[in-house]
């Protein structure tokens, strides 16, 4: 297959090289005026192309363009987003002379105009064949947002974006149709520019994008391989146009506050509670006889800063104490410009985020360069640097807040001078929360560096080859600090450490292309590709113990009287590919796509390490330029790709050593031991997809939408079989098992007011359905209840779950005591179902209970327009799955000695309580974990905007050619019946999620 495509590529250089030969004339010049059909004004941006060259150009502000060319006789089409393309044939250039060549344009639907990334070049959206959505810059920048990616969120179906924490800085979780792999990634390959990004995308500031595609079928995602395993994310980047200079910016600060807090006992329900846990225990009846209350039970039950507290009506809520008013603050400063040669872009941002809780915070600067040249009539270079400085600060992370949870309100933060109480009770496990934010430092520093640089030359007329190169060096550095006084170490001393990364990663890309029309009927678009890619990354750690003082944090460890622990560690991969794809088109109504890719990996075994990922893909439109009843578009898509998953950690295939400690005579010494087991058949994971689809539009495309299905076989996987400990080892990582994942897509978008009175009003609706399940495992048709593996249902892994446990059916009763003793429970304790009904509680009684993953994902966006004035909303809904509440088993101890959540816990004179009976000689109740599954559908309003655009002649006063104020809500509501802080990422104690108002603006000069 390698020779194959490689002779293709020679036979197209030989074939059409001998049409570059021709003699270069004295160059000629078309030139014009590109104006809108409607209105008659000039139009800025409308791209020129001259038909199978690579020239063209820009309009500029008064929609004027001229190119140069060599005397013959050529096809002009004009372009632009939003406008029906035009051509002209036969316009003649002549030497030395000037051809005027005017455009009108008239307004089209934006789904059946817009150019369409789609992997090492573009295509008009009414030709591709795959399943593909795009997201334009308008889109992504009506939602500040630190993280580019998350600015997507709720726009393309079949994409999930979840939040995985709520610390600034924190990131997102984004599953393209699913999760298919078990041991292996499934998080989505991101590519900027055309060059594969290692670190992901959450560095990039969203203002710096022209626009997002999303490649979904395997028809569109086998051009990268394996790589494209869990679908592609295309960014482009915001690049120059030709004409005036122009600069813009933007600036918005938003304030903070946490959506929701968690209710836990207060004072005086803290001690109720706390007594009520001494009587399940018999104590507090040895103090108290038959009383439900006396001071002399209290007294010898609380610690005296309790009791104090108590009877001095003292209740501190010490979630207050760490929670804060957050802000975040943006600063986007652009400049973009150019002639019809060189054309430039540059931009600098500098992001802040002050979090919703003490001690933590987020900063980062970046600076992006982008410029592109015509050198002449056949070269043209360009590339872009991206360099960003990121410093975060978490702290103790999300442990403050648990800490919060669990310290009692009968205790004071703060002693009569207002200095922090590091203990405020002698409980040896707690401490104040507010003198971790001080001495508990976590840092973490980072440096990247990203860059793509590409040289493209005409070999011949529709003949180009172009090579890409991208570097992509991430430096992270996190230093950490723990204090005498914090919750870790009670007092004990101080220690430290450090832990460095840094990953340089690079891509070459050798592409070859030709274009052309044959005749009025068949138009060919093909590429050839040889690329490789090279990763390594390095690690080190030191952490100490003992430090002599702590004001010098982790910056002297070499201080400290004692090394814990130190470490470090390089890994290398490189992957190898060959691609060939061709796209063609009959009558401008049949299309046809065929690729084939190989990919060498090198973390796979020797003979093993080459694989081919084919894909075919056919279109059809069925309605094009004249309309068939209500329907004025129809294109019906089928794809079959095969992809490729070889995510997993360098070396598996070697085997491995660990280190050991024996004692030689008096004296230790190390050895090694075998660590991890030889696989010379090591593999590639494939994923065969099948995927149908429609893209349509109605009446007038005043409607317009797509529509997949699609279904996912996945085999092969890489897991880790367990072995018999009689081997000497635990586990080997072999290709086995399969999956299954299946889907519908649905997305719909309405002009429902076109210019009425003035107002224009836009609406669109995403859904999707997405289902996976686990087909065989290790030894075929068989569950691994160990591993929550189990045949027909969802993949538990990462960070989905499926949830086995018991199944709580509610309280012992005292009228159930002889039930209850048969089970060895009592009234007051949590009664769980007995499966089987062979009077025991055992495994035997697990169950699968549901699991993470929706059972629907949905959002609406609407936005209106009416003269000045802008509003759009947003609202998102995850619907139909379980999530495990920790709220309720981690920070619900009910044993009276820390605080916790607010339960309605049994007493006997409580019987209706709802979760089970304190008791102070028990760490947790009996079968506790089971309550803590529920229901974790919601539907969030994410976003409300409201801007004005002022008037010109007042914008100028300000010196700006255009001025934008704006408001926005993000996360003002959310509709839930689950009782912690977020289903979506917060349902363990830590950080809240938070709600934020901000107020922005964007001037352009």
Known sequence: MKRWLIACGLAGLSLFSTSSLRAQGTTGRVTGVVTSKESGQPIQGASVAIVGTRFGALTNDQGRYTVSLVPGLYKVRVTLIGYGPVLMDSVPVTAGQTTTANFELTKQALQLTAVTVVGYGTQAKRDVTGAIASVKAEEIKQTPTTNAIEAIKGKVPGVDIVTTGYKPGDGVRVRIRGQRSILASNDPLYVLDGVPMAGGIGDLNPADIESIEVLKDASATAIYGSRGANGVVLITSTKGNAGKTKISYDTYYGAEDAAKKVRVFNGPEFAEYKREAYRASGDYAKWCGTAMQCDEGDKNMFYVEEYNAFKAGISTDWQDLILRTGGQASHQLSITGGNDRTQYAVSGNMVRDNGIVLGQNFDRKSMRVNLETQANSRLRFGGSALVLRSKQNVGRGDGLYGETLADAPLSVPYDSAGNVIFKPTPDSQRDNPLSDVVNYINRTFRTRAFGTMFGEAKLAEGLNFRVNFGPDMTFAKQGTFIGAQTQQN???????????????????????????????????????????????????????????????????????????????????????????????????????????????????????????????????????????????????????????????????????????????????????????LQNLDLGWEKTAQYDAGADFGLFNDRLTGTLDGYIANTTDLLMNRQLPPSTGYSSITQNIGATRNTGVEVALSHRTLDNWHGVRWTNDVTFSVARNKIVSLTYGKVDDPGNRWFIGQPINGGSNNVWYDYKMLGIWQLADSLEAKKYGEKPGEIRVQDVDGDGKINTNDLQILGNTFPKWNGSFNSRVDWKSFDLSAQVVTRQGFMVQNTFRTSNSTLAGRYNGIWVNYWTPTNPGGTDPRPNKNQENPTYGGVRAYEDGSFTRLRNVTLGFTLPKNLSQRFGSDRTRIYGTAQNPITWTNFTGLDPEGRTSAGTPSYKMFLLGATFGF
């Open 490 to 676: 009670q007092g004990s001393g101080a220690n430290a450490s450090i832990g460095e990364d840094r990953v340089f990663d690079w891509t070459l890309d050798n592409i070859l292309t030709y274009k052309r029309e044959l005749g009025q009927n068949h138009r060919i678009d093909a590429t050839l590709l040889y690329s490789i890619e090279r990763n390594t990354t390095e690690s080190m750690d030191e952490g100490v113990s003992g430090l002599p003082y702590e004001s010098q944090l982790f910056y002297n460890l070499g201080s400290a009287a004692a090394v814990s622990n130190i470490g470090s560690g390089i890994s290398q991969w490189s992957l190898q590919s060959y691609m060939g794809r061709v796209n063609y088109t009959f009558m401008d109504k049949y299309l046809l796509t065929l690729t084939a890719r190989i990919d060498g990996s090198s973390r796979l075994a020797e003979g093993r390490k080459y694989a081919t990922f084919p894909s075919v893909a056919l279109g059809y439109r069925a309605v094009d330029r004249n309309p068939v009843g209500p329907i004025s578009s129809l294109k019906l898509r089928a794809s079959y790709g095969i992809t490729g998953n070889t995510s997993v950690n360098p070396y598996q295939t070697q085997g491995g050593l660990t280190r050991t400690v024996y004692s030689w005579g008096n004296t230790g010494a190390f050895g090694y031991r075998p660590g991890s």
